[in-house]
């Protein structure tokens, strides 16, 4: 298996690393600096799953951090296609698709059911938290759909 690398972009984003039989490496990054340090450190030839940023994004959320949040994507993946990796795209919808007790939640308890999916999943791993378990849960789904 080579390496893959998951992003839940964002100003708070996650990271997911996993390569070879090693257990996932998670890592949250809340600055571009932060995020390019995480990118020296991964293997080039990694592949990168990065959750797809829809146009929309709720009547819950307010255009300036609509504004932020695809700022914060834009640079992700344009920083990932600088550094030569090939860049997947997935919707939050897609790699959601099979979590339960998802539907009608929102904010803040939809993030805490995300992490509780997560820690199902990895109940060993470390570093799970609400700032990571996205990534982790992209990166679950990209290795188990085969994609990778």
Request: glycine letters at 10%; a positive charge.
């Amino acid at each position: 298996m080579k390496c893959c690398i998951a992003i839940d972009p964002g100003v708070r984003g996650g990271f997911a690393q996993k390569c070879d039989d090693y257990n996932p490496l998670l890592r949250a990054f809340t600055t571009e600096a932060d995020f390019l340090e995480i990118l020296e450190g991964v293997p080039a030839d990694a592949e990168a799953i990065v959750e797809e940023v829809p146009p929309y994004v709720g009547r819950a959320i307010p255009s300036s951090s609509a504004f932020k949040l695809g700022y914060n994507y834009g640079f992700e993946v344009g920083a990932l296609r600088a550094y030569g990796f090939r860049v997947n795209l997935v919707r939050p919808q897609v790699w959601q698709k099979g979590l339960g007790g998802m539907k009608g939640l929102e904010g803040a308890a939809r993030k805490r059911k995300l992490k509780d999916h997560a820690k199902r999943l990895y109940p060993k791993l470390d570093g799970i938290t609400l700032q990571t378990a996205d990534a982790l849960l992209i990166l679950d789904y990209w290795l188990r759909s085969g994609s990778s």
